[in-house]
Structures are given as structure tokens and as C-alpha cells.
């Protein structure tokens, strides 16, 4: 190591002011991927961070529910052997980690963009405009490319290395549940945001890894305790996969098997995919067991049934060997969560710690064997499926596991690259089977004496409930496997997976007295030979819950008229092109038959509902209902708690709320003309109210003539008051 006769800061300054910058992206900058059922967000420095201030957001899945969020963080990486900088400085090691805090000291984010195959569609509801707010989510419309979304994140370093990374998300129902990330290392020799190449070496040695530690899932974090919600308690395990792992398949073998894989692949032989992965594991001393995360204080219903990880897809054996290397990554395994390398400042005074991170990389854990490797986390350290052990105690670090994963090194001459492709992805228990698997634990945990039997996934019997319970949950590692299985033959394929029709280009609900009108144009894809119609489904209550379909209809058909909603709920909709399946009919990718667009492009999120005409009289105005009892819910609106509705209103007033003592509570401004208003029991500040009396004073805010006399119903400024009771 030693200083050349160029002094670092002043160099270095040159370089950055040097040329024109073609592109700077804001470190804090982000792309949203909204399209299927896995969600998440990607950030411009080529690392992510769930953290949003109030919560960790990210890898959204089932995204039709709230609080599925399972992301934590990325803690990654980027380390190269005997390198001279542009100051001239050399180095026995340099290493940066990808963070936020690295951006324009190592790393400069120079594109993130988002391109869309097709615009997505507008949706309404009663003239409001429902996808309004995401209309930034892409960049650019690209219709030649295969994936419905592509993300695109270049990121320069002062290593001369630029980071590509390019993820394909797909919208089909049997892979909307995965992102396929291609990562790209060049060595471009841009050491800042401009693209002017300073350095013309060979890259040795390059390394690149990351942990990454998921929650499994937020909503959990209610169910069970908060610490949940960084990881805490999230088990880590792996598909044993490589040349070498003890019992593993031969390299010939592993790749006749990726060759040969279909829908009927059993799961065994999908296990040699190479993968690691996180789902829930126990709380240390709690009083049931944890594992899917039971609602016990409510209707047991599984709140993380999530095994969530990343395969490895492809890994280059070097710069100028494209073909898949069996023996990459160089680590699979786990590693304490807030055990990790730091690279100071990234200067020369760090490089003592820079050696360290670079050994990280090359697969040593950092901190001691005791806080990683490559062996299997959880079944090396439990003996059944229903072991209290707490994955936190194992290793000791309250920050939880991470999913570790290490490459390298190669070595990168001037303008080569090395690629590395992973998928991430989601999978476990359906909604309605973690519904029900739930409720019959929850009836046995209630219940000592309750000792089943309890129908186990093979058709067996148990009358252990949570011997019962916890076999349902691990069959979602088989689903997690399956998905990756489905990436991988995508991949593959390049990307040849069978497409369903594009969706309405526009999709509006409007709220009438009689019925609730669905108004469409038509799928671009309509003139398709395969093209069969679309589907309607339909929630009420609420958007989070499950959707029923109550229509299908031919090719050709632009409307549909919901005349069975009642008085005083709400309904949400979506709306689908579907095809025949005559073009999904090899089993290759997916299970044969009919293909329909993703929920998610016209799926309501605000409510429709049946209008009253306006009252005809201030005498006729009526509170349902009253009183209010919370403990009556299923005989009010049910799935909307604290809903309560005012009748036969004036079609234009303010409705104002006040306490007994004379405080006003809530305003209220009505002027669709209807005679209907909800009003969901929150102050102005929204606060549930509490149990009391309560006032609801009307005033008219414009004259009501009746359409047929023209009389005065009721005049501007007119009044009235109701007594509400609620009852908590």
C-alpha cells in the first residue's frame, strides 16, 4: 500500500468536475413494481432499505391484504482485490457497502427508470380517478419488451465498476409472485456520475454479496410481538444445491434437471434449485407457538404463512465465459443480521476494514462461525417442526438472520462484464387456507381437551393442533420451491411464458340508485383468436378481502349493470380479459388453460354503493343505526366496523357532529345530491369516538325543488338534529 506523488482529494475532485454529467439520480429516489401479487419498491443506489420512517415497507405479498409487507433490508456489498484509484492510491483490498450513506463518496446512481409494456388502464369511480396517484410509477412505454414491468438501476463507483441492474416483473397469474433481477458488473472505469473512463485496468478479484433479512410478515408483528417486524425471529434455510454440499446432485445431473423441469416436476428434484429463504420461526417464551403467526387474540387466522427468499438463476464462470457456473455462488447460507462489515469512510485510514468486508464477501462470517455459514440455519438447529427454539438465540444477534449470499471473484479487463441473475420471490398458504387452518387451531387452543383429530396435507391425522398447524405452513416451502421452479424455466425461456390478454384500457364504476353501472372499453387484444371475455368480480365491505366472480361475459360486451348490491354497503370491483387457453396448453411453464389479466391493473380501492334519491323532508332524515352497539356488529354493516349511515338526507348540507356537552367532533360536507352519508365514527383528528351521546345537526346548503312541481322542498339554512348513541 502507498501514496503515489498525486494527492487523493485533489484528483479525485478533478475527475467529479470533469466532462459533463449525463445523469444524476437523486439517492432517495424510488420506482414502485405494482402489477401482481408479490409488490415492492427499488431504490437508486442499488441496495434497499425498507425503512420508510413509520414502518419497513417492501415485497409486498399477497399484496390484495394489508400489512404483508416482509422486507427489512439489504445489507450488500461490492469488493475488488489490488486496485489503484484514480488518485493513484493503492490498495491491498477495496470494498464499499451499497448504502444510502455511500452515495457520492463510492456510489453514484446515474439511471432509475421504469418502462411499462402498455399503459396501464384508468380506473374510476364515480368520476374519481383511482390510478391518478401512480401515473409516475413508469417512466416510458416500451411495448417490444416481454415483461409487464422492467426496472432499470445503473449505479458508477469509484472502483471503475458500474452496476447494472435490470428486474423483469410479470403480471400472469402463475408468475406474478417473483422478480427476475439481472445484475451486470462492467468495467466501464467511470469513478463518478460522469461516463469518462478514468481507469483502463483489469477489475481482479472481483466480489459482490448481500444479506438480507425479511419479517415474515409485518402484519405478524400485531399478531405475535413487534419485534417481528425487523426479523427478529425468522428462520433461514436453503435448497442444498452445489458440486460439493454433502449429498448434493452431480453438476451433469443438476442441469438435466433444469432442462427437464415442467409443472409436474416433483418437489424433491425442484429442491436442487438453488435458493435460500426466511419464514417465521418461535418467540422465546411466548405462550403458543408462533410458527405462521396465529391471530390468537382474534379468529386465529395465519398471518405469516410467508417463505420468502432468492435463487440463484445464472452466475458467469468469468468475463469471458458466459455459461452458468455450478460452483457460484461462493456462499449460500446465513448470517446474523446486525453482525455485519462496515467500510468506514471508504478512504484509505478504512482499509483495514475494507479487508474485512472483502473477506465477508469471500464467504468467512463475520464475527465467527457462530454468526454464519453455509450449513442449514434451521434444521441444524431444531429436531421438529414444532420446537420452541428461538432462531434469535442460536446466534445471539437481537437484529434477526439474514439470507447470505456471496460471488466471486472474477477478474474484469477493461469493458467486459460478469453477470448474475437471482430471482426474489414469495410463496405460501392461500388467504382462505390460512383462514381456515387458523380458526380450527384457535378452537383447540381455546379448548385443552380438544385433541382433533386434525387433517394433515397427506390425508393423516394428528391431535396435536400444532403438529396440525405447522405442517399446513411448511407446505408453503413446496409452493416457494414451485415458484422458484417457474422463474427459473422463464428465465430460461427467455422469458417465453404464455400471455393472458391485455385488460381494459378503461374500467369506470358508477354509483346509481337502482343498480351499480361497470362501463369499459375494450382489451386491445380483443381481436386475438384465443380471446374469450371478461371476467367481473366483486368484494363488499372492503378491498382487502377476497373478491367473488359474479359475471362473465363475451368479447364485445363493454357493460355490465350490479343490480343486486343492497342499500347502505359497500362494493369494490375488478375486472379481467380472460382467454380460452388455447395457447397455454404445454404444461412447460405453468399449469395448462385459460389466462386472465392481472387483478391489480383495475382493481377498486374506493367504494361504490347504492344511491338514495335525496329526502323530500328534514323530518324524514334517519340514523342507522340507533343506537350503535359494538358488541351487535354482524347485524350491522358487516366487514365495515364503526360504520354508521344518515338516510333520506338533503342531497346538498353539512352535517356536523358534536358531543353532549357541545364540542364538535366531525364536519361533514354531502353534495352529490344523494340522500345517503356515511360517517365512520372518527373525530376530526381521527380518533374513534368514544361510547355517549352524540348530535347530528343538518343544514341545507342549497334549495331542493321537487323534479315534478317545482315546489320547495327545503330551503337554503334550514336545519335539523338527531341524537345518536354509541355503545362501546
Not at 415492492?40 to 432499505?49: E, L, P, Q, S, V
Request: charge should be negative.
Amino acid at each position: 500500500m502507498k501514496y503515489t506523488l498525486k494527492t487523493f482529494a485533489l484528483l479525485f475532485l478533478i475527475v467529479c468536475l470533469s466532462g459533463h454529467a449525463l445523469s444524476q439520480v437523486s439517492a432517495t429516489d424510488r420506482r414502485y413494481v405494482r402489477i401482481g401479487s408479490l409488490q415492492t419498491h427499488f431504490n437508486a443506489y442499488f441496495g434497499k432499505r425498507a425503512w420508510n420512517n413509520v414502518y419497513y415497507e417492501g415485497m409486498i405479498w399477497p399484496a390484495d391484504y394489508l400489512y404483508q409487507d416482509n422486507d427489512v433490508i439489504q445489507r450488500a456489498w461490492i469488493g475488488v482485490d489490488e486496485f489503484t484509484d484514480a488518485a493513484g492510491y493503492e490498495w491491498e483490498k477495496w470494498a464499499s457497502y451499497i448504502t444510502l450513506g455511500n452515495v457520492d463518496i463510492s456510489l453514484f446512481p446515474v439511471r432509475l427508470r421504469q418502462t411499462a409494456k402498455f399503459p396501464s388502464p384508468t380506473v374510476y369511480v364515480d368520476g374519481n380517478n383511482l390510478t391518478a396517484p401512480y401515473e409516475g410509477d413508469v417512466d416510458a412505454i416500451n411495448p417490444n419488451q416481454i415483461a409487464d414491468r422492467v426496472v432499470e438501476n445503473i449505479v458508477n463507483t469509484t472502483a471503475g465498476i458500474t452496476m447494472t441492474m435490470r428486474v423483469h416483473a410479470f403480471s400472469q397469474q402463475y408468475h406474478d409472485n417473483y422478480f427476475i433481477k439481472e445484475l451486470v458488473f462492467t468495467n466501464t472505469g467511470y469513478v463518478g456520475y460522469d461516463s469518462v473512463r478514468v481507469l483502463n485496468e483489469t477489475i481482479k478479484g472481483l466480489r459482490v454479496g448481500w444479506g438480507t433479512r425479511y419479517q415474515c410478515s409485518r402484519e405478524a408483528g400485531y399478531a405475535i410481538t413487534g419485534a417481528i417486524t425487523w426479523g427478529k425471529h425468522s428462520w433461514v434455510s436453503r435448497s442444498r444445491f452445489k458440486a460439493g454440499d454433502p449429498g448434493a446432485m452431480p453438476y451433469t445431473d443438476y442441469h438435466s434437471n433444469i432442462s427437464t423441469l415442467t409443472e409436474s416436476t416433483p418437489i424433491d428434484q425442484l429442491e436442487w434449485i438453488r435458493c435460500g429463504y426466511s419464514f417465521l420461526g418461535q418467540v422465546d417464551g411466548w405462550a403458543f407457538d408462533n410458527v405462521g403467526g396465529p391471530y390468537a387474540s382474534r379468529d386465529g387466522r395465519l398471518t405469516a404463512p410467508h417463505f420468502v427468499g432468492t435463487g440463484v438463476l445464472h452466475v458467469d464462470k468469468s468475463a469471458s465465459d458466459h455459461s452458468d457456473d455450478p460452483n457460484q455462488p461462493t456462499m449460500l447460507g446465513w448470517h446474523a443480521g446486525d453482525t455485519y462489515p462496515s467500510t468506514g469512510d471508504v478512504k484509505p485510514a478504512d482499509e483495514d476494514k475494507m479487508v474485512i468486508a472483502y473477506q465477508y464477501l469471500s464467504g468467512q462470517p463475520y464475527g465467527g462461525t457462530g454468526k454464519g455459514g453455509g450449513n442449514l440455519f434451521y434444521e441444524d438447529n431444531v429436531t421438529s417442526i414444532t420446537d420452541r427454539v428461538d432462531p434469535s438465540t442460536v446466534h445471539g444477534d437481537g437484529g434477526g438472520t439474514n439470507v447470505w449470499i456471496t460471488y466471486g471473484p472474477f477478474d474484469i479487463p477493461p469493458g467486459d462484464s460478469v453477470k448474475i441473475v437471482e430471482v426474489e420471490a414469495i410463496n405460501g398458504l392461500s388467504r382462505p387456507m390460512c383462514e381456515q387452518i387458523g380458526r380450527r387451531w384457535k378452537q383447540a387452543y381455546m379448548d385443552p381437551n380438544d385433541k382433533g383429530p386434525f387433517t394433515l396435507p397427506n390425508g393423516s391425522t394428528t391431535d396435536d393442533k400444532d403438529v396440525f398447524k405447522n405442517t399446513w405452513v411448511f407446505t408453503g416451502r413446496d409452493s416457494f420451491l414451485l415458484t422458484m421452479s417457474r422463474a427459473l424455466r422463464n428465465y430460461s425461456s427467455g422469458f417465453q411464458i404464455p400471455q393472458p390478454p391485455r385488460p381494459p384500457e378503461v374500467f369506470n364504476v358508477e354509483s346509481k340508485g337502482d343498480r351499480i353501472d361497470l362501463i369499459w372499453t375494450p382489451s386491445p387484444d380483443e381481436g386475438e383468436s384465443n380471446f374469450a371475455g371478461y371476467r367481473i368480480y366483486r368484494a363488499i365491505s372492503k378491498p382487502d378481502t377476497i373478491f367473488d366472480l359474479i359475471a362473465e361475459v363475451p368479447a364485445g360486451t363493454q357493460q355490465y349493470y350490479d343490480e343486486s348490491p343492497a342499500r347502505g354497503f359497500s362494493y369494490y370491483y375488478y375486472i379481467t380479459a380472460y382467454s380460452d387457453g388455447s395457447r397455454n396448453n404445454d404444461g412447460i411453464y405453468n399449469p395448462t388453460g385459460p389466462l386472465e389479466s392481472t387483478r391489480f391493473y383495475t382493481k377498486t380501492t374506493e367504494p361504490a354503493y347504492l344511491k338514495r334519491q335525496a329526502g323530500e323532508n328534514l323530518k324524514d332524515i334517519r340514523v342507522v343505526p340507533n343506537p350503535f352497539n359494538i358488541r351487535a356488529e354482524q347485524l350491522q354493516y358487516t366487514g365495515e366496523d364503526d360504520k354508521i349511515m344518515f338516510l333520506n338526507i338533503p342531497g346538498n348540507c353539512i352535517i356536523r357532529i358534536f358531543s353532549e356537552r357541545g364540542d364538535l367532533i366531525e364536519t361533514i360536507v354531502h353534495d352529490d345530491g344523494s340522500g345517503d352519508e356515511t360517517w365512520k365514527s372518527l373525530s376530526s383528528s381521527r380518533q374513534v369516538v368514544v361510547s355517549g351521546i352524540y348530535i347530528a345537526h343538518f343544514e341545507v346548503t342549497e334549495d331542493q325543488e321537487d323534479p315534478v312541481t317545482g315546489d320547495i322542498l327545503y330551503r337554503k339554512g334550514e336545519t335539523a338534529t338527531r341524537k345518536i348513541i354509541i355503545v362501546r
